[in-house]
């Protein structure tokens, strides 16, 4: 780490908190005391090891399917006691918030009457499910998984930049990174107490049981994946694993007699909980898609008849769009009569004539973001876009408004990262993961992706991001 | 949670199997002992086709190799001739061959790879490995001085995929499965083994004697590892039928027919008493009729009616027997 500097950022590592500073460097010098050959060729011992094992993703190419790793960086993001603290209270506060607004809109839509979100907004949005009109989900709980992308900006703040209510994935990383870390780095974690990831399986598990239908004994849990060709794959083996519980694809899953089986070899069996990685459009081919071959035709039926659970609910991707995000402040004032603990990113909506008159006037200074759409494609950012990539965004901003947001440019926090040219300062954030039965639980820690080209601001993995592991101090 | 499971109760839903992993085990089991096989048989057809003494087998030995895999019209699309190299280039790397080493632990991949959710991360990562060792074999590897090594390599996956499952794989009806797959293969496999080379070491029916090429009668039994168990068995001398009659009858070989039978009949036993699947019925009564005609012929019989009819009878029951399997398992109509 000789040289490492991070002028005018926050690093995860280096950076003094004021809480959990000895242990913070403890770890550093202990990494700067190896040499770069010593961390490249452990480097190279962890990406080995999760090729071998599988943690892969799949590429489909013409002829071949690619196995393809998530890049493995060894310096590890650490987040101190209290930090975590904050961030656990924020993800419940949030996630808390999410589930009464989604049953609001769901029922009575009071939050639409009072005007806090324009109806349309809701309404309008391609997630929003009418099907779900009226329909009382187990516990309230809509979302039941919940991943909610963080960033830290120069002062150390944590801001929320986006929330994943649908099927958010990336957390068999945060365990398997911890695995990697426990065989390759032994000597480095000797000795500094870390908060366990061990528990996700068995904590998802029991949310799935406790939002099983009413009155069913010991229920029978699924996880209900796309199959083997799917390119999140090695997740779904990896939950159903931990979970405990078969792993379904949609043609070993049948109704029948309003009920919901799975084919066993010894004739049908009762399913009563499905934790499902499939988008609601794949469901079921009666209600949703007709020509999803991956879902169960009559699903959404027994669903509504309160014979099987499905986690997470349907539509719930209405209040993960981008739009809704930005009324995310107003929307925890008004069921919790609370300020958020966790900020947003400020944010302005390009649909109100403010906001876009905001937008275009600082279009060099701004990201831009489409609502809708995920992956980190379309969107602009400001201070990187030549004169050219300004001005064809600016038609497009000004040719369909209600499309975008815009943020200011995020300085987000770095974290000392094994590049080619040695250890040097990249960009990360932080997904934690949040579970909710009866209630919410937070997985201490999260994905830590980090954008492994030096200066850039996306840390996707579809654009060349990686991850670490992510220890949260006791 | 007991290990064991009371014949008289109903088995705990937690011991239940999807029926697509049933039907993964059963082929992930096959293609494994496929490969071994078949890596096993080019093995030593190489070694005692450059050493043998005496006539040659019609067609060569290499024509034979495509003939136990009844590849020869698909074989014959690809290549003029039946020899070493187009023969291992057929049957190791072979493009678009779906009965190519390669193709086949890509094929046991995948359903390991449907079964990762059962099945130990050890298992798992062996297959992995193993995969990507067979699908970088070039065809160098494949040459006189190194097709030995390469064939070693190749058992040895099998074999340690064999020690991985023993030692990690949990005893319940998946378990079942896959012995139920890996025995009916390997049955297949020394039926078609000993129907073909049976009848080109034999140029007719009474050259048992002056003729008799002893180290092509070693070769067939190295082919079905079982050159050292049949001189302990049988010390003092060799003849056609003491070798069918090992490879087809004795109780203690575990390639040998009635072994596999009686394996298959094992565990198709245990699903129908422990596991209280009662669909396992039919091919249990299959499997008794073929053992029954053996115990009853005996080799002699079988020789005097003629072998090929046996064996090819034989194949008959057994692809019977893999449809009732999976009809009762997993292609259920119902």
Redesign the interface.
Known sequence: MAGYAAPGLFCELTTPRGDSDEALALIARRFDAMSLDELRRRAKVAEDDMYDLGITFTVYSEREAIDRILPFDPIPRVIARREWQQIERGMIQRVTALNLFLHDIYHDQKILRDGVIPRALVEGNPNFRREMMGFDVPCGTYIHICGIDLVRDETGRFLVLEDNARTPSGVSYVVENRNMMRRVFADVMDDIKLRSVDQYGMRLQQALCEVAPAGVQDPSVVLLSPGIYNSAYFEHVFLAREMGVPLVEGTDLTVEDGRVWMRTTAGLAPVHSIYRRLDDDFLDPAVFRADSGIGVRGLIDVWRAGQVSIANAVGTGVADDKAVYAYMPRIIRYYLDEDEVLPNVPTHICGEPDGLAHTLANLEQLVVKPVGESGGYGLLIGPHASRAELDEFRAKLQAKPANYISQPVVKLSVCPTLGEEGVGARHVDLRPFAITGRRTWVLPGGLTRVALKRGSLVVNSSQGGGSKDTWVLE | MSASVDATEE?P?TA???????ESLFWLARYMERIENRARILDVTENFSRNSIGPTPAGGPWLSVVQINSDEERFFQRHKQADATSVLEFYVTGADNATAITAEIGFAR?NA??L??IIS?EM??QI??FHRQVRAIAPADLSPSRLSATCGMLKEGCQTHAGILEGTFFRD?GWM?YQIGKHLERADQITRLLDIKYHTLLPSVDAVGSQFDVSQWNALLRAASGYHAFRRVFPSGMSAATVAGFLLMNNAFPRSLVVCLRQVETHLQQ?RTA???R?AAPALERLDGLRDAMVEQGIANILARGLHEFLDWVQQELLLLGAEVAAA??H?TA
């Not at chain 2, 239940?16 to 049933?22: H, I, V």
């Open positions: 088995p839903r239940s199997l999807l029926s697509r992993y049933a995948e790879r449907t990762r959710p991360t798992w990562t992995n490995i009806q499965f699903l596991y209280n699947l669909a398992f997993w259920r």
